[in-house]
């Protein structure tokens, strides 16, 4: 992972909630199916460790459950732990192609679009020149 794609991803989770504390029970099996899943479905989550009763350090938890369920540490700051993990079924279905930018309209289009701007531009100088008539009418 490069740094730019790090640094995105630690943008993107300034803004997360933590879905999950690690305690004084540090980490169980039930806590690691659950960060997969949770991984599995929205690829950057954000845990919590309480570091008052946690046993073990939060980097030392990090790397723990990075290895057991085969995501990415993004980072470690305070108790606050990022893992990404990428999902390439939920990429597909969100992913749009991007809308292409600089196509030529047809000639209907073109002529359309052309008499609207003219028109617009007509109303706005006919407004204006009422607007003045009235100004200096008044004086």
Do not use: W
């Not at 490069?2 to 169980?28: D, H, M, V, Y």
């Not at 369920?69 to 079924?89: A, R």
């Not at 969100?94 to 809308?99: L, N």
């Amino acid at each position: 992972m490069t740094g730019k794609e790090r640094a995105a991803f630690r943008a993107q989770a300034n803004t997360l909630e933590p879905l999950f504390q690690i305690g004084k029970g540090g980490i169980s099996d039930a806590l690691i199916a659950q960060v997969s899943d949770a991984l599995r479905k929205r690829e950057l989550i954000k845990i919590k460790v309480l570091l008052e009763s946690a046993p073990e350090t939060p980097r030392e938890f990090a790397d723990k459950l990075a290895a057991a369920t085969g995501s990415e540490v993004i980072q470690v700051i305070g108790g606050s732990i990022v893992f990404y993990k990428e999902n390439p079924d939920l990429g597909k279905e969100t992913k749009k192609k991007p809308a292409k930018k600089g196509k030529p309209l047809s000639r209907v289009k073109a002529k359309r679009a052309a008499a609207a701007k003219r028109e617009a531009a007509e109303k706005k100088q006919k407004k204006d020149f009422y607007a003045k008539k009235r100004t200096y009418g008044s004086r």
